[in-house]
């Protein structure tokens, strides 16, 4: 049973979705299409949202791009579709969201960098601008401070500052205030403009594991805002991976965090709603969400007779993800069910006995005897060449019989 108490927050709903202390972790992605492309938006939205993305950001970053996405929301609810989008502004938000109306509207969420608002004194003008329109249409906004775009001005005065201490902090040290500043004062800025909590989102996103850990522990002790994490220029493939999840994890772990995006550099050819699926894998992982039945197999090693069982449980967890749209709608609670596929009798028969439903195939000078468990007990002991398909079979039986009470 997962213990982990989450930092006490408001809630806050954008469309249908709510985030906060009080509902489960969400799951957002981005497109990369441009965005006045509507039909390649569209599809790419459904693909991500199909894939378990409850948010969608998308940038707009120019007129064409906002007067697209009225007819991007309309495509989407014809597809039955009412993902809700956030709206990424930078440098022009505060003409966009004034210019165009019916756009402002359609959105769910508006992300503000405040590093990208203007200079000098148009920018309190330019904030003030784009909190009136989240006013005016009761919308959500996130205050998204990135490294990589920090309000240079302040940066600057906190470097002036830190300069005439007598023990001047690092210059990392220095950043971090720096980002935990800038979101704090601009999400007082919102509020004084009449920007509830039940509307604010914060984040401070950097670029590199321990400084992401760092200043988002800083910024969860002044605030109690909903804080959405992201590691930000995560790169691609495991290297992205590895590097949001640890970061991801360290802070979910300490109760930090109510919406999440890993945003990995897409590898070419490959859909981008891999960065839902590592979401919800991670979330699964750590026990804060449920979304499949889970495969536990072994890495395989010396002992391992061949490579049959890896086939076994590459094809068993694509059966499970096949199965799962009917599952879910069928059978409430199954995605918790756990399935074990090992390789050989040294772990094989345990890790078995633990899953709701394991199998231990066996390894090299093994008799070819096969023991399938279920919910602790030996249950049957398969034999054949055709195990895959005999125990997807039991695996089907299983969930059947379990379930079978709900229909
Ligand atoms: S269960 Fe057996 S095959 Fe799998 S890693 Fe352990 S020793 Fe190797």
Not at 213 to 234: F, P, R, S
Not at 341 to 366: F, R, T
Not at 399 to 405: D, L, Q, V
């Amino acid at each position: 049973m997962l213990k982990i108490q989450r930092r006490v927050t408001p809630s806050v709903q954008i469309g249908s979705v709510l985030m906060g202390a009080a509902h489960p972790i969400v799951i957002q992605s981005m497109t990369n299409t441009p965005t006045a492309d509507v039909s390649a938006t569209v599809a790419q939205i459904l693909e991500l949202a199909a894939a378990g993305s409850e948010l969608v950001r998308i940038t707009v970053n120019d007129f064409d791009a906002m007067a697209a996405v009225p007819e991007i929301v309309e495509r989407l609810a014809d597809s039955g579709c009412s993902i809700p989008l956030v709206g990424d502004f930078h440098f022009n938000g505060h003409i966009l969201l004034t210019r165009y109306p019916k756009a402002a509207a359609a959105l769910g969420k508006y992300r503000i960098n405040p590093g990208n608002v203007g200079k000098g004194s148009g920018r309190e003008d330019n904030f003030a601008d784009m909190i009136r329109v989240a006013n005016e249409f009761g919308k959500p906004v996130r205050i998204g401070v990135n490294w990589g775009s920090l309000d240079q001005d302040l940066f600057t005065d906190l470097m002036d500052a830190n300069a005439r201490l007598s023990d001047p902090k690092s210059f990392k040290d220095v950043v971090y205030d720096a980002m935990v500043l800038s979101a704090v004062r601009n999400a007082e800025l919102a509020q004084s403009l009449g920007l509830g909590k039940d509307r604010l989102v914060m984040s401070t996103k950097m670029s590199e594991v321990q400084d992401m850990i760092q200043v988002y522990q800083m910024l969860a002790a002044k605030t109690d805002c909903v804080l959405h994490l992201g590691l930000t220029e995560a790169g691609g493939g495991i290297k992205g991976v590895a590097s949001s999840s640890a970061a991801l994890a360290v802070l979910l772990q300490q109760g930090i965090g109510d919406t999440i995006r890993i945003s990995l550099t897409p590898e070419p050819g490959v859909s981008r709603d891999v960065e839902v699926k590592t979401c919800r894998s991670l979330l699964q992982s750590m026990g804060f969400r449920y979304f499949m039945p889970s495969v536990t197999s072994c890495p395989g090693c010396g002992r391992t007779n061949s490579d049959k069982f890896v086939h076994l449980a590459k094809d068993v967890t694509e059966y499970i993800e096949k199965k799962m749209p009917e599952w879910r709608a069928r059978y409430v609670g199954v995605e918790k069910v756990t399935v074990a596929v090992m390789g050989c009798v040294v772990n094989g028969p345990g890790e078995s006995k633990y899953a709701d439903i394991g199998i231990s195939l066996p390894g090299s000078s093994e008799k070819p005897a096969i023991p399938v468990f279920q919910d602790g007990k030996l249950f049957k002991t398969l034999r054949g060449d055709d195990v895959k398909d005999q125990f997807i079979t039991m695996l089907d039986r299983y969930i059947e019989n379990r379930f079978s009470t709900q229909i």
